[in-house]
């Protein structure tokens, strides 16, 4: 588009710091900027494009659904809705699906169930949440008042009461903080993605596991950028050995659409009645074609082939020249280096590779089928690029 630069800093929001590229095409793990410059795609349009671009197994499915219809509201029916439900539960064990639009909205939803599920059990007092410190959660009112970071409180104030905020090493805090409040839930990520790419410790996890099932406080886990293969299990908290109560997903899902999803279990599937929440865009027939698409496609297959590119960049990044450490799991990693990370991040975008950052660190979030010569040749570049060559 003629001007497209000029045209967005003059009418849209100034919320974003864009890098000084105009995608305008692309396929698989490659996009192409108005020069025509090609670059590898590490990021997914931050773990959204599950599949890379213009996948034609999701095309075809979106684009049957729309020669169908578009969207009807949740006032009917609809197939694709109920499919991907079924799917999820069948998938998980959850009993109950509440589809919204984000990953925000989703938390928004496990938030609301929780404080109700509560409510009904215990009464008006139980309605405190602990989340970690280092966390993120979401830009709505209630969901920056959720994430563990002071610098998402200012601005914006007065933010939803009811929060406490935990260090993520110490499960003893975590515990106190519970005995000290009225809890209903504890909600975390398994890996903090905004915070660095940090998983959480099996053990810290393992005990406040524990003291929630001993004193029925529920588990919310926010999968929004974890989930959906993410990590080389279809949800990264089967990699630490329990079930949550409930689990919050989005980005992934629907592999490029907008869509979320709340999964609720067995202790919560019936906390939420007719007319207690809603979503006129919630379950839309286009994104959830998507997200069947993508959904059905992430099996063993494929989660088996994410470890194995997940071990590479990991053999490949660790005790390289000028890298200090990696972290994360799946294809969801972190890499700190000895220069800026923004210098670094600069140089692997002039040289055609696409990651982000998260905190001080290069943030890579490829597409979960992108081809293994792809993923040598971008890691060829970053180890070029940390090492100041």
Same mark, same amino acid.
């Given at each position: ?21 105009? $995608? ?15 670059? $590898? ?37 609809? @197939? ?13 064990? #959850? ?14 939803? @496990? ?29 709505? /009112? ?23 905020? @935990? ?10 903080? #519970? ?5 209903? #839930? ?30 029925? /406080? ?37 592999? *490029? ?20 929440? *809603? ?76 990651? $982000? ?12 089928? /992108? ?6 040749? @971008? ?11």
């Amino acid at each position: 588009m003629k001007n497209c630069k000029s045209i967005d800093k003059k009418y849209v929001a100034n919320t974003y710091s864009r890098f000084d590229i105009e $995608i305008v095409s692309g396929k698989g793990s490659y996009v192409f900027d108005d020069k025509g410059k090609k670059y $590898i795609d590490l990021n997914s349009g931050i773990a959204v494009n599950t599949f890379g671009l213009c996948d034609k197994k999701w095309i075809d499915a979106t684009t049957n659904q729309m020669n169908q219809f578009q969207h009807v509201s949740n006032l009917y029916y609809s @197939a694709p809705g109920a499919k991907l439900a079924k799917m999820l539960c069948k998938r998980t064990g #959850a009993k109950k699906v509440f589809f919204g639009n984000s990953g925000a909205e989703a938390n928004e939803c @496990a938030i609301k169930v929780a404080r109700k599920w509560a409510k009904d059990k215990f009464g008006e007092d139980d309605y405190y949440i602990i989340t970690l410190k280092n966390s993120f959660h979401g830009r709505t /009112i209630t969901t920056l008042k959720a994430t563990g970071q002071d610098v998402f409180h200012k601005d914006f104030g007065p933010f939803t009461e009811g929060f406490l905020y @935990a260090d993520p090493s110490n499960a003893n805090e975590l515990i106190n903080l #519970a005995k000290s409040k009225k809890c209903c #839930a504890f909600m975390f990520e398994m890996i903090q993605g905004e915070g660095g790419v940090l998983p959480l410790d099996k053990n810290f996890v393992s005990k406040i596991v524990d003291y929630a099932h001993r004193n029925d /406080i529920l588990l919310i886990v926010d999968e929004v950028q974890t989930g959906n293969g993410r990590t080389g299990t279809l949800y990264a908290y089967e990699q630490y050995g329990f079930t949550p109560d409930i689990v919050t997903t989005a980005k992934g899902l629907a592999g *490029g659409l907008p869509l979320g999803a709340t999964l609720l279990f067995e202790k919560v599937e019936k906390t939420l009645g007719y007319g207690s929440h *809603g979503s006129t865009f919630g379950a839309n027939p286009v994104s959830c074609a998507g997200a069947i698409s993508i959904l059905s496609r992430i099996n063993s297959k494929l989660l088996k082939s994410v470890n194995e590119k997940s071990k590479y960049i990991f053999d490949s990044l660790n005790g390289a020249k000028g890298i200090k450490s990696v972290s994360g799991m799946g294809l969801m990693i972190g890499i700190e280096t000895d220069e800026d990370s923004s210098v670094v991040l600069k140089k692997c975008i002039e040289n055609g590779v696409l990651p $982000i950052k998260a905190k001080n660190k290069i943030r890579l979030l490829p597409a979960l089928n /992108i081809p293994m010569n792809t993923l040598k040749e @971008a890691v060829k570049i970053i180890k070029k690029c940390a090492a100041g060559e």
